[in-house]
């Protein structure tokens, strides 16, 4: 009935599929050509490897890559399972690292936000912003450099500052408790500025009549940043915390490379999943254990997004990922 | 009558009292903000400092902001025995970060155009298909198995940027800078009868300049500081990026000695900890020149992205 009238209506018109298909690129091939190479390169490199995560049903060997090797069911993950203990550090070390980034991270990060908003003197502001966003653009291999440096056992600055107050020496790099505290200093000292000028920028967008009022009430400046400003802020880092949740089992290969080495003496806390996956594929040519862990990553990692989606959906519709 | 007094006495009190109170955690935040800017300020100073030192008096008194002793051997021994493996690397780099940023921008610009054309139906998908890798990928194993084994990256140049040519991210940070553009201007060119092609070339790419330059000077960032992909494709000297050069003298005291030895042809001594400031210097020198031009667009983009990252 409707499809009939609809007929009627434009009796030129051919409603067949096929010719509609053909009208789409004949009105649009210019828009699919633009965005064609985009999407050969997002195909290739994101969506391509996705189907590879077959692997780890198969007896990996070079010559037959990843579709042409055989199939060998769950025995990988047999394998897997019985060599469980060093995956499992990794996995462990992952998260925990994760979880202090995150934590003392956001922590740093609003505290400069909330801060920045208090500078009233526009240049000092400017000339502090920028020294603070500085450090995400220089890359983790300078920052390992410049690290050593500081943390060398002889010469290091800071074991230097430890002398010269008649301490004893820190051998910073054959001891692997300090690395997670380290670790996360250096994850603030890169990235907290930049993440506080983004707190920074929801702060600005604040009604300004509040903090007025507010001010005409007698509330000093401590009460309002801990009565308005924070309560305001803090569905942005809820948000932003629950979605770290889905990033919790995914590392940095190049910051730990960088930044350790992977020296043998430090993997005890600072083996995570992908220094892991590295050293057992790159390194020994472990495609076995490698793959493995790799997928299980994955597969965690997926739950977790879906987790995490799941719990902001709770939280506030509006800032679903999906 | 005397409770009143009491009163507007407590009451002025209390005025000072706050007032005070403000003053001192405002003066607290100017130097808690100061301290931020210096501590991301001094590893970099510390660097520059040492890399003009003698290599001595470093071992000696140890890494300095001010040289004790200042010497220029460092910068002779990159400028000499390192000199051509140095200039290569810097070669590499510059080709990468200048072809990996001009097709990064075209291709992103392109995507992030049809992105914005209301008319065109499947570009909810399309946003869909950009936005799914951000959340899942498959990982390290898989993503290094294609590259190498099916598209044949290994010791290729293409290897430096093509798999980060296209930055969902930025992408999308590009589509925000288009979409403020009035859409009656694409409108009238529409029915003045230019083609979508035309629309994007005349209109969007020159009107969204200023987003067009933020995401290039990320990609450019990205590319310049990138040693991820040289490390996983990348063993021919002759294509070692300046990072992954840096990183192999940092990681590896041997390789720093060899380089040297290798072009000259007899065993040298190298001032080995100021040579490697000296190079994380040259690495990042550009960086920091670019970055008071740079950083007025840095933070406009950080604040875009951050609107609806």
Known sequence: MKSTSRQKQNPGGSPRPLDRIAGHFQKYYQLWLLALPGMALTLMFAYIPMS???????DYNYKDGIFGSPWVGFKNFEFFFSNFSKAWRA???TIILNLFYTVFGTAVAVMLAVMFNEIRHKKYLKVTQSLSIMPYFISWVVAGGILRALLNYDGGTINNVLVSFGMERVDFYNNPKYWRFILTLCNIWKGAGYNGIIYFSTIAGFDT????????????????????????LKPTIIIMFLLSIGKIMSGDLTMMMSITNLSPMLLETTDIIDTYVYRSVIGMGDFVMGSAVGIYQSIFGFALVLFSNWLVGKFDKEYRLF | MIEKIHNHQKQTKNHIKTSASDRFLQVFFYIFIGLFAVVCLYPLLLAVGTSFSDEVSVTVNGYRVIPRQFSLEAYQTILGSLGKNILNAYCVTIAVTVTGTLLSVVVSAAFAFVLNVREFKPRGALNMFLYIPMIFSAGLLPWYIMCTKYYHL??????????CCMNAFNVFLLRNFFRSIPEELAE???????SYLRIFRVIYFPLAKVGLVTVGLFYALSYWNDYYLALMFINK?????????LYN??????????????????NINI?????????ICVTIGPIILLYPFAQKYITKGVIVGAVKG
Not at chain 2, 188 to 194: F, H, Q, S
């Open chain 2, 271 to 279: 001032p080995l900890e100021t040579t490697k400031m000296a190079t």
């Open chain 2, 237 to 245: 000297q002759q294509l070692y990026p300046l990072q992954y050069y």
């Open chain 2, 249 to 266: 003298m940092l990681a590896n005291v041997q390789f720093i000695a060899n380089q040297a030895n290798a072009s000259l042809g007899y």
């Open chain 1, 91 to 93: 996995t462990q070390n």
């Open chain 2, 188 to 194: 009238a060119a529409k029915i003045d009868g230019a």
């Open chain 2, 154 to 163: 290994t010791d290729n140049f293409l290897a430096l940027i093509l798999p």
């Open chain 1, 52 to 58: 590879g995560l077959v692997i780890v049903f198969k």
């Open chain 1, 209 to 232: 009549s509040l903090y007025e009022s507010a001010q005409v009430d007698g509330a000093n400046l401590w009460k309002r940043i801990r009565y308005i400003t924070i309560p305001l």
